[in-house]
């Protein structure tokens, strides 16, 4: 077979965290073909998700559109090294990029330190400051209204 027929069965490809046991296999090969074969200490440790920010668009009339943030959080272990702040840096970028005049999101009067961390970083409290309130329809309500009784 040529060269270039077997070459074309491979792919070059960025390193992804997923691939970490099959790149730790490799460097024990590695090891073992430079003769070293138990000098390798790294162990294989499972790429843990420990935070997250969950997100959509939506569209305000007066303000364009938006990204509301509807979940945001950080296990608690891992709270206090700046993931959170990591995060927020990531969603504003993402807002920017796609043309978003603001981020909204809610936070539950009682969530002191969260709302702290909010307005630390230049957030507004809309509830206070231009008096919104949010309501909420639910099934029965939306059943009654569709029957238009
Ligand atoms: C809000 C939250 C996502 C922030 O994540 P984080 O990774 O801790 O954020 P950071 O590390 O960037 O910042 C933590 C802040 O708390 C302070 N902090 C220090 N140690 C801390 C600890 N052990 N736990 C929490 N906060 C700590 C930091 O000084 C920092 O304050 P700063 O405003 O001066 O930067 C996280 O605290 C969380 O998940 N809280 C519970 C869920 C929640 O309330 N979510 C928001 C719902 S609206």
């Given at each position: ?39 390798v200490q790294l162990t294989e440790e499972e790429p843990k998700i ?46 920017l990029d796609t043309n978003c005049g603001c981020m909204h999101f ?27 309130h949010l309501f909420r329809f639910d099934k029965e309500n939306l ?7």
């Open positions: 077979m040529a060269h270039s027929d077997t070459l074309s069965r491979f792919r070059v490809r960025p390193a992804e965290p997923q691939d970490c046991p099959e790149i730790l296999r490799l460097i024990k090969e590695l090891a073992a073909y430079e003769n070293m074969p138990d000098a420990v935070g997250f920010a969950m997100y959509y668009y939506t569209y305000d009339p007066w303000i364009g559109k938006l990204l509301y943030l509807e979940d945001f959080y950080v296990m608690d272990d891992y709270r206090g090294w700046g993931i959170g702040t990591e995060l927020l840096k990531k969603l504003s970028q993402i807002a809610l936070v539950v009067v009682w969530n002191k330190p969260s709302i702290e961390y909010y307005m630390r970083r230049g957030a507004s409290d809309l509830s206070t400051e231009e008096g919104w059943l009654r209204m569709a029957m238009g009784e």
